[in-house]
């Protein structure tokens, strides 16, 4: 317990970067996607399943470069810029899963499973993680504080409220220690943080920030279970040792790439219903 918590405040200046927002958040996005495709990519080698490491970040670079495009575009248009930026990543995405089965061609060289991982990879960890840049880009900037919040906070609530009252597993094959009151404490205090957030900062919005509270709180622990899974089918314990006590960068962001879209996605809904 006593190296998560080091490595928590030693985590600590990614706060800087949150609060600096724009190319700073950018730059920390692009910087935890490649990092963590690596990762990913180190974890299939392990099944021997051979994605393509140069297609991957050579996608990965393209989809964040999609910000200068979109906001060159947007400059010469009235549509705002976040908008361009998801037509942009829409075709992002066809090219993506076009380029990794374009990649599988050489059948006597590579396997199903190699073009396979290559298009898994690119939408689970670029595309994914992308999402925060985009939140940063809407009219709500203040929102990705609430993905930190209830990735973060679900996770140690669920921590401590498992380690002191946990006696259901919630998913033995997947993480042995995790448990049904630990989820329990965890969107409690994920809820609550956001809320919280929400009052302070965003007084008009608390109530969606309770709301994102809970169901980011929930897609975080689905993105650490759907890590823990590939971990498992993988053979590893961690996807790297970057951060002591930790693991890489995908055992510390797995959660925190799940809850991104969810976010991103409420406001794009909360900002159509606001409009009508």
Known sequence: MKTRIISGFVMAPLLVVLYLGGWWLWAAALIIS????HEFCNGWNALDVKPSKPVIYVMTVAIYATTFIAAAMAASSSVPKYYVNMMLVAVWL??????????????NERGAYDAAATAVTLVYIPLFTYHMVLIDMTDYPLFIWIVIITAF?????AYFTGYFLGKHK?????SPKKTVEGAVG??????????LFGIIFMKEMSIVCLLLGFFGGA?????????????????????????PGHGGIMDRFDSVIFVAPVVYYAIVLMTGALSI
């Open 186 to 195: 965890g969107l409690v205090g994920s809820s609550l943080l956001a809320w």
């Open 170 to 174: 919630m998913a033995p094959n997947l």
């Open 34 to 37: 490649l990092m963590g495709a």
């Open 153 to 157: 906070g679900s996770d140690i609530f």
């Open 94 to 107: 066809f090219a993506a899963v076009a380029v990794s089965l374009i990649y599988g061609w050489k059948i």
């Open 219 to 243: 897609a975080g622990m689905a993105g650490d279970l759907t890590a823990s899974a590939f971990k498992r089918k993988m053979g590893i314990k961690d996807y790297g040792k970057l951060i």
